[in-house]
C-alpha cells in the first residue's frame, strides 16, 4: 500500500493536466461576467470554432478527451426551456455536423453527449451548454488509475485548429450560414 501511496504522489506533482482547480476555488462576484457570453464575443484567444446567428461551437477548455465540445446559446440562458425554435434548431443540426466532425477526425468509438442542468446538477457555469465529448476504446492508462489524473493528448488548440479546418471544407453540407473563427 505504501508503494502505491508513493507512486499517486509522485504522479499528482508531476502530471497535472490543467490548472482548473484555479477555476473552482477563484471566488465569483455575484455581478461577474458570463464566460460563456465572453466567449461568444470572438477574441484572438478564444476556443471558438464557429457560429450561427443564435449558437456558439467551442473546445472546451478543460476537456475530458480530445476533441471535447461545447455548443451553447449566444444569448444568455439558464434553462433548457428557455431556448427559443430557432435556437433548438440550430442545436440539433450543430451536434449532428460535430458529431460527423469528430468521427473523421478522431474516429472515437462514442460519444456523450449532454448538459449539466442546475446547481445541483455538476454544472458550474450558469448559462445553457451542451457537451460533445468523443469516447475511445482503452482511454484509461495507468496515468488514469494510478494517478487519478487524465491525460489528454491533444492541446484544445490543436483540437480547434483541426475543427476549424473541418468545418471550413464542410461548409454545405449545414442548412443555415454559419461564421468560422478568423
Known amino acids: 500500500m505504501k508503494k502505491f ?9 508531476y502530471v497535472f493536466q490543467f490548472d482548473k482547480i484555479n477555476y473552482f476555488l477563484s471566488k465569483k462576484d455575484v455581478n461577474s461576467r458570463c464566460i460563456l457570453c465572453e466567449l461568444s464575443k470572438e477574441t484572438e484567444d478564444s476556443l471558438m470554432i464557429c457560429k450561427s446567428d443564435f449558437l456558439v461551437v ?15 446559446p449566444i444569448r444568455h440562458i439558464e434553462k433548457y426551456n428557455e431556448l427559443n425554435k430557432e435556437e433548438y434548431y440550430h442545436l440539433f443540426e450543430l451536434t449532428k455536423f460535430f458529431i460527423e466532425a469528430l468521427n473523421n477526425i478522431y474516429k472515437p468509438s462514442g460519444f456523450n453527449i449532454g448538459m449539466n442542468l442546475g446547481e445541483n446538477s455538476g454544472a458550474s457555469i450558469k448559462h445553457i451548454h451542451q457537451h460533445i465529448i468523443p469516447r475511445f476504446h482503452n482511454e484509461l492508462g495507468m496515468i488514469d488509475i ?28 449545414l442548412p443555415f450560414k454559419i461564421y468560422l473563427k478568423n
Do not use: R
Open 146 to 173: 494510478i494517478g487519478g489524473y487524465k491525460v489528454i493528448v491533444e492541446s484544445p488548440i490543436i483540437s480547434q485548429k483541426k475543427l476549424i479546418e473541418y468545418t471550413k471544407s464542410n461548409l454545405k453540407s
Open 58 to 72: 467551442s473546445v472546451n477548455l478543460y476537456p475530458y478527451n480530445s476533441g471535447h465540445l461545447m455548443i451553447f
Open 5 to 13: 501511496t508513493k507512486l499517486k504522489t509522485l504522479f499528482s506533482k
